[in-house]
């Protein structure tokens, strides 16, 4: 167990439908990074936020945000859904913004488009 | 921009048998390097990483990493492998000063008995 926690575990929606996939990061980090694996895109940094700020963007679609909250949780909002976008959404954690902090990966999200 | 290669997508060793995964980087500098394992349904888990210093890098469940900066590789060994090393596995780069990873495609792991 990490100590990153995502929420929901699953998630199946429509087309144009809109979701948010929630992150926890481990006590004490202050950075979040959000990630996607797909079958065909493999895994991508999407986007990354530190103590509330955004930090670095990735491959990350118009149709997605992200926010860090005071409390340092994070929300990715997908919007406009697309087939394409079904993947597993995956929160990692790092206490710092530095490429040399470990980053925790939570377990991810399941994200099926119909 | 940085990439990384792992050139085999499945690779099938048999129990007790010695491992060797491959990755290959594209970077200007020395980047951080990293092998992650992610077994079905679970998220990400670092098997090791390395900065700088000693090439050869040992990490958690008896693996070990060599850098070979002449080669920009970074291959992933265990001498002898168990059922539950099936898994995939991917190599990570992130440019010193960067902050998102930038994984390859991954290795699926069989364990044969």
């Known amino acids: 167990d990490s100590g990153v926690t995502q929420t929901p575990k699953h998630l199946i929606t429509a087309t144009g439908q809109r979701v948010t996939l929630r992150c926890s990061p481990r006590s004490g980090d202050l950075s979040v990074y959000w990630y996607q694996q797909s079958l065909d895109q493999g895994l991508q940094f999407l986007i990354q936020?530190?103590?509330?700020?955004?930090?670095a963007k990735g491959n990350i679609l118009e149709r997605f945000s992200a926010q860090q909250f005071p409390d340092l949780h994070s929300e990715l909002n997908l919007s406009s859904l697309e087939l394409g976008d079904s993947a597993l959404y995956f929160c990692a954690s790092s206490p710092e913004p530095r490429s040399s902090y470990e980053q925790y990966f939570g377990p991810g999200t399941r994200l099926t488009v119909t | 921009a940085q990439s990384v290669t792992q050139p085999d997508i499945h690779i099938t060793v048999s129990e007790g048998a010695s491992l060797e995964l491959r990755c290959n980087y594209s970077y200007g500098a020395t980047p951080y390097l990293f092998w992650y394992v992610q077994s079905p349904g679970q998220g990400l888990q670092l098997l090791l990483k390395?900065?700088?210093?000693?090439?050869l890098v040992q990490g958690i469940k008896g693996f070990e990493a060599e850098f070979k900066r002449s080669q920009s590789s970074f291959n992933l060994r265990k001498p002898s492998v168990h059922w539950s090393d099936a898994a995939e596995y991917f190599c990570a780069v992130v440019a010193r000063g960067a902050d998102g990873l930038t994984f390859g495609k991954g290795t699926h792991l069989i364990i044969q008995p």
């Open positions: 936020y530190y103590n509330g700020e955004e930090r």
């Open positions: 390395y900065f700088s210093g000693d090439t």
